[in-house]
């Protein structure tokens, strides 16, 4: 057997299989005159040991993996690998809870079950929940140029890290050192020439650990993202709010669809620029004159309305600045001494659009919802309204307001994290230990937004100094400040804070047969604020289209666990984990933890984990406060099996409603189990491939009581005035509330397959070709009442993916070379198909105009694109590059069930933003 299958090449085939890099992680060297072998700190572990392998599948990300990728940001390199599932929090969220952010959802589980780390601490979360409950850690804070590589441990480590960690970790390490001075400077644009992106990076230091017994080094990097809008996409169905040359009517099943009809038989009317009024005697709405003026859209099957597209006002990717600072200092106190401090600065904004607000809906707040729509807070015309043209009240108004114009949303997010520590050997104990202070503050801005209660004296007091509100085509006799009254600058701010002290140590107990038995022991304390002050007037529910969304919670937890690892042979290694956890509102929680390495022979091993986790209540689930946000439901009254009733429309079977959600302090902990089972073997010399089955069980699950669920009973409905012929309080539902519940258990179950194999070209260099493959076979959903729903391969689960969908498979692979001065790759990055569903077996989404199911049979089509970089070294300190987004300019498939785009799917961004080209210069000083 030739040398290269030795024992110490198997042991690093977990890097090499998983990543694209040998070396797993950066840890200092020994101190212990006698051991020269360097130990390494491996992610999902407290012990150094002298090989990186672990039980648990790990992916390692070199820089060189981030460099290959032509990514500019940390969060758009993560967004695009296999292993983030869907819930993942895009930047082009730009109308979500957590505008602004972006976030990494492992196993489809969510941002709030994943746990980010940066050097293997806990950072601030953002000021802002996804969906008004998850907190999660942003990604837009990482200065990418610092980054020296990155570990993604694919299965829950509550036993190592505590609670968040469900899902998994991601660890960012950065540098840990740096001499000289490196500057960096890329411009990248897209091939309509938007959405220019602007990057240039510094990093300078000075002293060397070992000659200097000190080093000193800080990073500054500064990032400018134009926005992209829809309307400057012509691109297919990409950005088309009018799909009805694809075979679709004008509604889409209420999903997307074109605003402005008046439908059911002229009883139902969608906001229009030129204004639609109901005649309070037959209950008819018909339009205001104009719509010319405003629209170009074709108006057949308009109703007698004012058809509009929303791609007018959308961005598809929001505006961006961010400037980003990382600096570390160390000093060699003594040999077996090593003091550090770290300071990381961040402040990014964002400007994201939306279209303009309507002047009737439901609004949530925790007193109620708020109906501006019907009954008898409805938005009307006075009948001494001059645009009135019947001349009696309670004319009901369906208007949008494009002479405010769009809904802007800006937000500027302040980060910062210092830890200062010490680290090294105190007798046989490896230890490290550290204090870290992190903060967030967002400030958010918004405009474009209608105050009900000044709008409504507008349109309908005649006493009012602000009467009478001209609309549609007489708007432009509106005065200013009239303007300045109705829609006033709404803000909001959100703080969050986290303070740590831990201490871990580390060392061999006694030598077994396969090598040195280790423990690790550890305690930390922790405290945590967050508090999220509501939106200027949302208190009260009078901000139309803005729901509620406030929290303030604080907690203390403080930590014990320890850790052992034995390799009671050399073919065989045990190890075992434990870590108590004491929250102040809940008490104790346990996580344990099981691994076993196994191997048969040189060029095959075994490896199996089983461990247990925990996730206590945030702020944003148990503190006070709630939030009011909107999702879509069927309404079984008004759309019974899924068919339209007599008088209802298609939209009341997909119908967007308020959700109010409240605060629940009696929460307890969500609870999960996982389990690990794979091999890694070796065929080849130059070839490498691991196979992992997982499975993850979270139980006790804390969600929004479902729209469904208050819809059958389990909570309050409130509906409009349009009741069904005979059916008393079946009118079109416009809010349901319900608190936060501990409800359902989650079961995810899938296989990963990585392969590596490295090819040896002679005199034409080197090439490497990587396989990652994620499958999920399975993703149950069961309630407590013994309902399950399967949403393996659908558009679901949106409580979780935000109606992103869950594709049974995703696969990244990269094809790179190797040739002296160059270096070039390709990527091609591949999501699978999707049935157009909610659940596995539910009766289809959409349907297209001749009721047949939509798109391609109740299908979303797989979907792919391919990367491809090139890196050339002109000479020894200059080196230039480019790269190439979605080489092949692929369209994103038609997604019309899509939430927070216009008719794709966000997970395939790429493919609406098309063809991107990227160029740099990276310059090193000497």
Request: glycine share 10%; net charge neutral.
């Amino acid at each position: 057997m030739p040398k290269l299958f030795s024992r110490s090449r198997v042991s690093l085939t977990l890097s090499a299989a998983l990543g694209v890099s040998t070396v797993f992680a950066v840890g200092i060297r020994d101190s212990s005159a006698q051991d020269k072998v360097e130990r390494v700190e491996v992610t999902g572990s407290n012990i150094r040991r002298a090989q990186s392998e672990t039980a648990a599948p790990t992916q390692v990300i070199s820089r060189d993996d981030i460099e290959k990728s032509g990514k500019a940001t940390v969060a758009d390199y993560l967004q695009s690998l296999a292993i983030d599932g869907m819930g993942s929090i895009p930047p082009s969220f730009g109308s979500g809870f957590a505008v602004g952010a972006s976030g990494i959802s492992l196993r489809g589980l969510g941002a709030g079950s994943t746990l980010v780390l940066l050097n293997g601490r806990r950072m601030a979360p953002y000021g802002l929940a996804d969906d008004g409950q998850k907190v999660f850690t942003d990604l837009s804070t990482i200065p990418m140029e610092a980054v020296d590589h990155i570990d993604i441990l694919k299965v829950g480590a509550s036993s190592i890290y505590g609670s968040d960690a469900i899902a998994g970790v991601v660890n960012i390490i950065l540098r840990s050192s740096f001499n000289g001075t490196l500057a960096n400077a890329s411009v990248g644009t897209s091939r309509y020439s938007d959405g220019t992106q602007k990057k240039f990076a510094v990093t300078h230091g000075w002293g060397n650990l070992a000659s200097d017994r000190m080093n000193v080094f800080f990073n500054l990097e500064v990032l400018s993202s134009d926005a992209i809008f829809d309307r400057d996409r012509n691109r297919d169905w990409i950005g088309q709010s009018d799909l009805r040359q694809w075979g679709y009517d004008i509604f889409h099943n209420g999903s997307v669809g074109l605003q402005g009809a008046i439908s059911a038989g002229g009883t139902v009317a969608t906001d229009s620029p030129a204004g639609s009024v109901r005649d309070p005697a037959t209950l008819v709405y018909r339009s205001l004159p104009g719509c010319a003026r405003f629209s170009t859209v074709d108006q057949t099957g308009a109703g007698g309305g004012c058809l509009w597209s929303q791609t007018k006002f959308v961005t598809m990717m929001p505006k961006e600045d961010a400037v980003n600072a990382f600096g570390r200092a160390a000093w060699q106190i003594s040999y077996d001494m090593l003091a550090y401090a770290e300071l990381t600065s961040a402040q990014k904004k964002s400007e994201s659009q939306n279209t303009p607000s309507g002047v009737a809906g439901a609004t949530g707040f925790p007193g109620g919802p708020v109906d501006s729509s019907s009954g008898p807070l409805a938005t009307q015309l006075a009948a001494t309204h001059p645009d009135n043209p019947f001349g009696v009240g309670g004319v009901l108004l369906r208007y949008s307001a494009w002479d405010v114009g769009p809904r802007i949303t800006n937000t500027d997010n302040q980060f910062t994290r210092f830890s200062a520590g010490l680290k090294g050997k105190l007798g046989e104990w490896d230890y490290d230990t550290a204090i870290v202070h992190s903060a967030t503050n967002l400030d958010l801005t918004r405009t474009g937004f209608l105050r009900a209660s000044t709008l409504k004296a507008a349109l309908g007091d005649p006493t009012s100094a602000l009467f009478p509100y001209r609309i549609g085509v007489n708007s432009g006799l509106n005065p200013a400040s009239l303007y300045a009254a109705i829609s006033p600058t709404i803000t909001a701010n959100a703080t969050s804070k986290m303070q740590i002290a831990d201490f871990k140590a580390s060392r061999d107990l006694m030598q077994l047969q396969g090598g040195p038995m280790s423990v690790a022991i550890g305690a930390e304390y922790r405290h945590e604020e967050s508090e999220l002050k509501p939106a200027t007037y949302t208190d009260s529910g009078d901000v139309i289209g803005l729901g509620f969304s406030a929290f303030d919670g604080k907690r203390n937890i403080a930590a014990a666990y320890a850790e052992v690892l034995a390799p009671v042979h050399q073919t065989l290694a045990l190890s075992a984990a434990v870590r108590t956890d004491h929250y102040s509102q809940l008490g104790n929680s346990t996580a344990p933890k099981l691994g076993i390495n196994f191997k048969p022979g040189h060029q095959l091993a075994l490896r199996a984990t089983y461990s247990e986790g925990f996730r206590a209540p945030n702020a944003a689930e148990s503190g006070t406060g709630g939030l009011s946000g909107f999702t879509t439901a069927r309404d079984p009254v008004r759309c019974p099996g899924g068919v339209p009733a007599a008088g209802a429309t298609a939209a009341d079977c997909n119908q967007q409603i308020a959700l109010i959600v409240s605060g629940n302090p009696k929460l307890s902990p969500e609870k999960s189990n996982g389990a690990t089972l794979g091999a890694i073997w070796d065929p080849l010399p130059s070839a490498s491939i691991s196979i992992d089955t997982w499975q993850i069980k979270r139980s006790n699950e804390i969600n929004q009581s479902t729209a469904d669920s208050a819809l059958a009973g389990a909570g309050t409905v409130t509906r409009a005035d349009n009741n069904l012929p005979g059916i008393p309080n079946s009118g079109t539902v416009l809010a349901v509330s319900a608190p936060y519940i501990n409800s359902a258990s989650t079961t995810v179950r899938g296989t990963d397959v990585d392969v590596r194999y490295r090819f040896d070209l002679g005199q034409y260099g080197k090439a490497t070709f990587e396989v990652n493959w994620i499958h999920i076979s399975s993703f149950l959903r069961e309630e407590k009442d013994g309902t399950q729903r399967q949403f393996a391969g659908t558009h679901g689960n949106c409580d979780v993916t935000n109606c992103i969908g869950t594709p049974k498979d995703k696969v990244n692979m990269v094809l790179s070379w190797d040739k002296g001065d160059w270096r070039a790759a390709g990527l091609v990055n591949y999501r699978g198909y999707m049935q157009n569903t909610a659940v596995y077996g539910a009766t289809c989404a959409n349907s297209f105009a001749d009721g047949s199911d939509a798109p391609n049979g109740c299908r979303i089509p797989a979907f792919w694109t391919a990367d491809l970089s090139v890196r050339w070294r002109t000479e020894r300190n200059l080196e230039i590059y480019g790269s190439i987004q979605n080489l092949f300019d692929k369209v994103a498939p038609l997604d019309p069930l899509t939430y927070g785009a216009i008719s794709y799917n966000p997970a395939d961004i790429s493919g609406a933003i098309g063809r991107f080209y990227r160029v740099g210069l990276r310059y090193q000083f000497r």
